[in-house]
């Protein structure tokens, strides 16, 4: 198992190095020149060349990667140019809040994605079956901005039952329960996509391994029927399931972006869109980058999981 | 296979004169009663239909539409659905609905469409050329696509986009850009299925030319998963190409989208006015029903 997890770690060093590259080139394609937008159009060439010289953008490109790179390693993520704050500073705060707000839309998914799925499959082409069904094919379709703005409608607006948008109320106290009624929307907003899809998902693996060989040995030596699901039927079922869990993970941490919008969510996601609106490349950088790396390391934690329940994945 | 001759020319004339066969009396038959059970399954035909009609209306919109979607009446601002004229109503600027929503889904199915087959064909091409020649070429590009698929598909797709300047062009870029991993990964998949195949040995046998071998037995092999894969993709990216919109990075105001018309409506609807907002609402409804009909169709054809 050390072994699996060395490797897993070590494999990914390079693409982690390519996704700096590649972040690093993101802002190279954006147009207009840092100089002119740092100093405005009136600037003098002088200025601008003096500008560019204390910035190290009068350096060839790999340089500059390679500055950039040893100051991303050290924390040091830059200014912002919209607030002069440090990006650090700006970012990680947010970052916690959607970390919030994936996780517990992640559970949501989880629980509902997990019951629905597994019921649905043990009573295949009931009633229940295809009504469940056919409702995850209706939230897996629709976009959650529009769900979210849907659900803002019922709830928010027309029943007053919950908060419209942000993460503390003004005049509340800002206590736990004042954030947990915020992140109520759009917890449900965006996990009902994934929920969907995980719900589908089980419910194939499930009945996928109902039909399998052992199965029907198990059920003739005469084992109950909940232990038969529970011990033959969905520990064999889990490894896909996982794997596409983990991948709802990823959606969540990059895909919570619109919902984050619609509710005005403080986290990375309205982070991201403020600082587009307001071409602060160097938080789009390091927004993305973070985003980008606890996508890696998700993935690499789905491994790990899908290693320890299958023996046969650590041999391969 | 096995009737052909020993010698290696005469092979690779006669792989490359082998020209399409014509359509017998049989195949015409299967494809007839391949339609017959589409037909059959309600669900589908449905579903078809109902994508067939949106097609065909976004593509005549203004046959149908009385107004052009940008034409603006301030005298006529906010009209209710149903109202003489203006059946689906008039947003904020007096704007006729039905004929932004016809024009708007123009944008949105181009959105759908263009960078799927694109990327498809990039993909296609990549996950081909690297599950045929593996070694090094296979190495290279296949760690390459890795590093995109790092990213969260839509971060990646707005990360993109909000760098350039917001526009149709720099929506359909970074969805294709975000899209050519999915493809190429699927592709090199099934050709690393097809490549052993027994057929394939005996071609290569017979001293046909890898490039020939490439295009003439492998790709027709790998292009049904890819083709099946871009129908589902296509319902998924009109939703991405909307929520770009919906952020402002794809198309610009004036010109209708959906994603930017749901963007649009809730400005209306100030917190606590309580008001139902039915032109933001038929938008919305439109953009998951066209994904849905898309999702359907694969799964049965």
Same mark, same amino acid.
């Given at each position: 198992?050390?072994?699996?997890?060395?490797?897993?770690?070590?494999?990914?060093?390079?693409?982690?190095?390519?996704?700096?590259?590649?972040?690093?080139?993101?802002?190279?394609?954006? %147009?207009? &020149?840092?100089?002119?937008? +740092?100093?405005? =159009?009136?600037? *003098?060439? !002088?200025?601008?060349?003096?500008?560019?010289? @204390?910035?190290?953008?009068?350096?060839?490109?790999?340089?500059?990667?390679?500055?950039?790179?040893?100051?991303?390693?050290?924390?040091?993520?830059?200014?912002?140019?919209?607030?002069?704050?440090?990006?650090?500073?700006?970012?990680?705060?947010?970052?916690?809040?959607?970390?919030?707000?994936?996780?517990?839309?992640?559970?949501?998914?989880?629980?509902?994605?997990?019951?629905?799925?597994?019921?649905?499959?043990?009573?295949?082409?009931?009633?229940?079956?295809?009504?469940?069904?056919?409702?995850?094919?209706?939230?897996?379709?629709?976009?959650?901005?529009?769900?979210?703005?849907?659900?803002?409608?019922?709830?928010?607006?027309?029943?007053?039952?919950?908060?419209?948008?942000?993460?503390?109320?003004?005049?509340?106290?800002?206590? %736990?329960? &004042?954030?947990?009624?915020? +992140?109520?929307? =759009?917890?449900? *907003?965006? !996990?009902?996509?994934?929920?969907?899809?995980? @719900?589908?998902?089980?419910?194939?693996?499930?009945?996928?391994?109902?039909?399998?060989?052992?199965?029907?040995?198990?059920?003739?030596?005469?084992?109950?029927?909940?232990?038969?699901?529970?011990?033959?039927?969905?520990?064999?079922?889990?490894?896909?399931?996982?794997?596409?869990?983990?991948?709802?993970?990823?959606?969540?941490?990059?895909?919570?972006?619109?919902?984050?919008?619609?509710?005005?969510?403080?986290?990375?996601?309205?982070?991201?869109?403020?600082?587009?609106?307001?071409?602060?490349?160097?938080?789009?950088?390091?927004?993305?980058?973070?985003?980008?790396?606890?996508?890696?390391?998700?993935?690499?934690?789905?491994?790990?999981?899908?290693?320890?329940?299958?023996?046969?994945?650590?041999?391969? | 296979?096995?009737?052909?001759?020993?010698?290696?020319?005469?092979?690779?004339?006669?792989?490359?004169?082998?020209?399409?066969?014509?359509?017998?009396?049989?195949?015409?038959?299967?494809?007839?009663?391949?339609?017959?059970?589409?037909?059959?399954?309600?669900?589908?035909?449905?579903?078809?239909?109902?994508?067939?009609?949106?097609?065909?209306?976004?593509?005549?919109?203004?046959?149908?539409?009385?107004?052009?979607?940008?034409?603006?009446?301030?005298?006529?601002?906010?009209?209710?659905?149903?109202?003489?004229?203006?059946?689906?109503?008039?947003?904020?600027?007096?704007?006729?609905?039905?004929?932004?929503?016809?024009?708007?889904?123009?944008?949105?199915?181009?959105?759908?469409?263009?960078?799927?087959?694109?990327?498809?064909?990039?993909?296609?091409?990549?996950?081909?050329?690297?599950?045929?020649?593996?070694?090094?070429?296979?190495?290279?590009?296949?760690?390459?696509?890795?590093?995109?698929?790092?990213?969260?598909?839509?971060?990646?797709?707005?990360?993109?986009?909000?760098?350039?300047?917001?526009?149709?062009?720099?929506?359909?870029?970074?969805?294709?850009?975000?899209?050519?991993?999915?493809?190429?990964?699927?592709?090199?998949?099934?050709?690393?299925?097809?490549?052993?195949?027994?057929?394939?040995?005996?071609?290569?046998?017979?001293?046909?030319?890898?490039?020939?071998?490439?295009?003439?037995?492998?790709?027709?092999?790998?292009?049904?998963?890819?083709?099946?894969?871009?129908?589902?993709?296509?319902?998924?990216?009109?939703?991405?190409?909307?929520?770009?919109?919906?952020?402002?990075?794809?198309?610009?105001?004036?010109?209708?989208?959906?994603?930017?018309?749901?963007?649009?409506?809730?400005?209306?609807?100030?917190?606590?006015?309580?008001?139902?907002?039915?032109?933001?609402?038929?938008?919305?409804?439109?953009?998951?029903?066209?994904?849905?009909?898309?999702?359907?169709?694969?799964?049965?054809?």
């Amino acid at each position: 198992m050390t072994a699996f997890v060395a490797r897993r770690l070590v494999g990914v060093l390079p693409v982690i190095l390519g996704v700096s590259i590649v972040i690093f080139l993101l802002v190279q394609l954006a %147009p207009g &020149d840092a100089a002119t937008a +740092l100093l405005g =159009p009136q600037a *003098t060439e !002088a200025a601008k060349a003096e500008l560019r010289h @204390a910035l190290g953008l009068d350096q060839a490109l790999p340089l500059q990667y390679f500055a950039w790179l040893s100051r991303t390693l050290t924390g040091d993520f830059g200014k912002s140019i919209a607030t002069q704050l440090p990006v650090a500073t700006l970012v990680l705060p947010r970052f916690v809040n959607t970390l919030i707000l994936a996780f517990s839309s992640l559970l949501l998914a989880i629980v509902i994605g997990y019951s629905v799925g597994l019921f649905a499959a043990l009573r295949a082409r009931s009633m229940f079956d295809r009504a469940s069904m056919a409702t995850a094919l209706l939230a897996g379709s629709a976009p959650p901005f529009w769900l979210g703005l849907i659900l803002v409608l019922l709830f928010a607006i027309q029943l007053r039952w919950l908060p419209v948008s942000g993460m503390r109320d003004m005049a509340g106290d800002g206590g %736990p329960f &004042d954030v947990l009624r915020h +992140l109520v929307l =759009p917890t449900v *907003t965006t !996990a009902l996509g994934p929920a969907a899809i995980i @719900a589908r998902i089980v419910r194939s693996t499930v009945i996928e391994a109902l039909g399998r060989p052992h199965v029907r040995v198990a059920r003739s030596k005469g084992l109950t029927r909940a232990t038969l699901i529970r011990r033959h039927v969905i520990l064999n079922a889990l490894p896909p399931v996982i794997t596409i869990t983990g991948l709802q993970l990823g959606y969540l941490l990059g895909g919570a972006l619109l919902t984050e919008v619609v509710f005005a969510w403080p986290g990375l996601g309205s982070l991201l869109y403020d600082s587009i609106t307001a071409r602060d490349l160097p938080v789009i950088q390091a927004t993305t980058l973070l985003i980008a790396l606890s996508f890696v390391l998700a993935n690499i934690v789905v491994d790990l999981i899908n290693a320890g329940l299958d023996p046969r994945l650590r041999e391969a | 296979m096995s009737s052909l001759p020993a010698s290696g020319s005469a092979v690779r004339s006669k792989l490359a004169s082998a020209a399409p066969a014509p359509i017998e009396k049989s195949q015409a038959g299967a494809r007839f009663w391949r339609l017959k059970s589409f037909a059959r399954d309600r669900g589908a035909l449905v579903s078809g239909l109902f994508l067939l009609a949106m097609v065909l209306a976004v593509v005549f919109a203004p046959l149908i539409a009385h107004y052009g979607p940008d034409e603006a009446d301030n005298f006529a601002r906010y009209k209710p659905i149903g109202t003489l004229d203006h059946i689906l109503g008039t947003d904020q600027q007096g704007r006729d609905m039905l004929a932004r929503l016809l024009f708007g889904g123009r944008v949105s199915l181009l959105v759908g469409v263009v960078p799927t087959l694109v990327a498809g064909a990039i993909g296609l091409g990549l996950g081909l050329t690297a599950g045929f020649i593996r070694g090094l070429v296979d190495q290279i590009i296949m760690r390459c696509l890795d590093v995109v698929f790092a990213f969260p598909m839509v971060l990646l797709a707005i990360a993109i986009a909000g760098s350039m300047r917001p526009g149709v062009l720099t929506e359909i870029l970074a969805i294709t850009i975000v899209l050519i991993p999915y493809f190429a990964r699927l592709a090199r998949t099934a050709t690393e299925g097809v490549t052993p195949m027994p057929f394939i040995e005996a071609a290569r046998a017979a001293g046909g030319a890898p490039m020939t071998i490439m295009l003439r037995y492998v790709l027709p092999n790998v292009f049904s998963p890819v083709v099946v894969y871009a129908t589902t993709l296509m319902g998924l990216m009109i939703v991405v190409g909307s929520g770009l919109s919906f952020l402002g990075l794809g198309v610009q105001p004036p010109t209708a989208d959906w994603g930017a018309m749901v963007a649009g409506g809730p400005r209306r609807a100030a917190p606590g006015s309580a008001c139902h907002d039915p032109a933001r609402l038929r938008h919305s409804r439109r953009v998951a029903r066209v994904q849905l009909s898309r999702r359907r169709r694969p799964r049965r054809a």
